[in-house]
């Protein structure tokens, strides 16, 4: 029988009324410390769900684009396992010299295509701001999967549900806070230190000279009124520090290889630094790891950076569930 023409957006089924609903999630910005409690609570359930039944139809009959033009091993699979675990599916792109893109079609083109095949679209790109541009052309929700070497949130919001995890939510506030490595480069320390600016928190920050936190980072977390300092040592700072937050230094994003090599191996953590850290610290990577964490490192407790990954499925899949209207 021929029915009339029906918007294509209209949801089926889905609580339009939940406060995520069809929302981006571009920035971490956009975040308060009420919204960082329901994400957990909300991730904490689906850990629960997944060591009960493993796999669930929360989202039966949703479909994720997986839009990657970066490289990807963690991200890239944990959005895809918590689409599979909450019943879902995905249309992975991870090749985009296989896709329309290799053809020189524009970013904007290529999501508004997608969205007419899937619910949401969670996309990583090299430019800083392409989060942003794919929101502005796409009417279905856009997860920033990292925008070059602006932000990483839902990394951020994995880091700290580790955080919360491992020493507890009373003791987010109070903690001292060391990012290691590059911190020019690497986004994910972007998110982190605004996000953890809504705690009581102090931030430390050790690098190569020439890969210091960006100024408009540390203008955000001074407009906060929360406490940071650098150093050139990590020796003088960790025997304080109750989370220590290593990044590898980003090769890639070097014009020139030579600098890249001048800094590669300054800072290695090794488990005779160890012996500087506190008891009860935890040690934490976004994770490829290159050489700053040497692997007999990996057996220490403190070693958290393997159980974050898998803290990164559940917050993905409450973050997938909230924007299509499910919790
Ligand atoms: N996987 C993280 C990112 O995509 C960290 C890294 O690549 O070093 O930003």
Redesign the pocket.
Known sequence: MPTSPQSPHLPFGDNIHTPWYGKDILSVKQFDRKDLDYIFGVAHEMHGMVDRIGTFDLLKGKILANLFY?P?T??SSSFHAAMERLGGSVIPINNVKFSSVSKGESLADTVRSLECYSDVIVL?HPEMGSAKIAAAAASKPILNA?DGVGE?PT?ALLDLFTIFSELGEGEIDGLTVTMLGDLKY???VHSLARLLTLYDVKLNYVSPDILKMPAEVMEDVAEKGIPQAEYASLEEILPETDVLYV??I?KERFENPADYKKVADEFIIDPEMMQLAKEQMIIMH???RVNEITTDVDSDPRAAYFRQMEYGLYVRMALLAMVLGKA
């Open positions: 970066e990807s963690r991200t990583r990292g990483h990394q690497g986004r994910t990044t590898r980003q976004p994770l490829p």
